[in-house]
Structure formats: C-alpha cells, structure tokens
C-alpha cells in the first residue's frame, strides 16, 4: 500500500567532492562517503567492514557541498536510493545504486578530519569552524528545495 525510498548515512568524505554543471545550466555534485559496521566473529575478535556509499546532490544543496566538504569531513546524508543503469563504451551494462541527498549535515569543523583527509573545503570561512573556540562539533543543516531530477540530467 505504501513505499518508503530513505536512506541516511553517517561517514567520512572518501574522496573531495566533483561538482559539474549540466547543459540546462543545473548543478551537480558527487562524493562518496564510508561508514563502517563492526562485529565479533566466531573466535571473539572485532571485525570492521567498510561500506562505501555514492552520493549526488542537486542544485544549491550541491554548490554548497562542493564548496564546505573534502576529503576525510565527517557528514551526515539523507536522501533516496536511486539505480542508474548505461551501456559502457565496450558495451557492457553497468549500474550504480547512489543516495540522492535531499539534506547534509556537517559534523565537523575544517581540520577537524576523522580520516586524515586534507580538511580543507571551506578553510574556516562559512557556515563551519566559526563557533569561536568550542570543540564540539559544528552541524550545518542543508536541505534542498529543488524539483525532481531527471536521469537526463545527469553528466557523468
């Protein structure tokens, strides 16, 4: 009867993000970020397994993105599972199953880095690092606004 698409993430950057623009004059932006589920296998010892996500943001929310996130920042991600499917050009299928973010939230200031990334981004100007001096972390809600997305759209 009902259907719910939700997905929310909270890892660190792996890589900066990549922001393009689309013919129609559309931003967008991508990045991938990696959280990490631990257990205790049979013989007692911890096992972490990394899980790598791909995220694309639209609009404002990604020139936003492109503009306070790098490499290593810690964020939060909200959004919906989408599957992008395309021939490569040795003709094989391929797809690729992103979160489609709708609201970011960063959770660490420039230099404050979790995965020694460069922490760079923003360079401590902006919505992150002005809390003069505490050290808790600085979330930055962003949300977007814009209309849905065409896979036309998409560059890349």
Request: hydrophobic share 30%; with cysteine; aromatic share 6%.
């Amino acid at each position: 009867m009902y259907n719910l698409n939700r997905a929310q993430v909270i890892g660190n950057l792996t890589r900066d993000p990549e922001s393009r623009t689309t013919p129609n004059g559309q931003t967008v932006c991508s990045f991938s970020i990696a959280t990490t589920y631990s257990y205790k296998d049979a013989a007692g010892q911890k096992v972490e397994k990394p899980e790598y996500h791909n995220i694309v943001v639209w609009g404002k929310l990604g020139e936003i993105c492109a503009q306070y996130l790098a490499k290593g920042r810690k964020a939060y991600v909200e959004g919906r599972l989408q599957t992008r499917e395309w021939t490569s050009q040795e003709g094989q299928k391929r797809n690729r199953t992103e979160i489609i973010a709708e609201s970011v939230i960063i959770l660490d200031r420039p230099g404050v880095s979790g995965a020694g990334g460069s922490g760079g981004g923003a360079g401590g100007h902006g919505p992150v690092g002005s809390s003069g001096g505490s050290e808790e972390p600085v979330a930055v809600p962003i949300t977007s606004t814009d209309d849905e997305i065409k896979i036309e759209d998409i560059p890349f």
